[in-house]
């Protein structure tokens, strides 16, 4: 039996030659990005407090708003999580009337969500109070630190489109 195991497993892993490992300079810049990022997240997200929304109901209502009509396991996929968590989120906007739901036509079972024009309308109000606060912080910086940092959103920018 063991020995299948190995020659079964050694056979599976010669088609897949694993992906050599990121060089130290270039995981420690990644390491030193992943926290930055989250960091900053967490600090603009203060800001969401205004809105009288949690922070689920907004990252879903993002999705609906900056990514159109939706249906609950689009969502559900979309937020990394199982549909009956997006089906309590999803009530919970209905209820605040941030969305709408509409049944589909072919499958009963199925929905559609979108965001409604209050929805809209209360996440951009929660997008410009994080921009807002994030620029207060911003200002601390020079001239030529905004100026690089400019340019790091950019290259940052690319680098996502090459992800999607």
């Not at 209820?95 to 709408?100: A, Q, Y």
């Amino acid at each position: 039996m063991r020995d299948n195991f190995s020659i079964n497993h050694q056979e599976s892993t010669t088609d897949d030659p694993p992906e050599p490992a990121p060089a130290p300079n270039v995981l420690s810049v990644a390491d030193r990005l992943h926290s930055t990022a989250i960091h900053l997240l967490r600090r603009v997200r203060k800001q969401d407090v205004a809105t009288g929304e949690g922070p689920a109901r907004l990252s879903a209502l993002s999705v609906l708003v900056f990514g159109g009509p939706k249906t609950l396991g689009e969502l559900a996929a979309a937020e990394q999580v199982k549909p009956p968590t997006m089906s309590r989120i999803v009530a919970g906007l209905a209820r605040s009337r941030l969305v709408e739901i509409t049944k589909d036509r072919q499958d009963a079972r199925r929905m559609h969500i979108r965001a409604t024009v209050k929805g809209t309308k209360l996440l951009q109000k929660g997008r410009q109070l994080r921009i807002a606060d994030l620029a207060r912080q911003l200002e601390q910086l020079g001239p030529q630190e905004l100026s690089r940092l400019n340019e790091t959103v950019e290259i940052l920018g690319q680098l996502l489109q090459k992800w999607r």
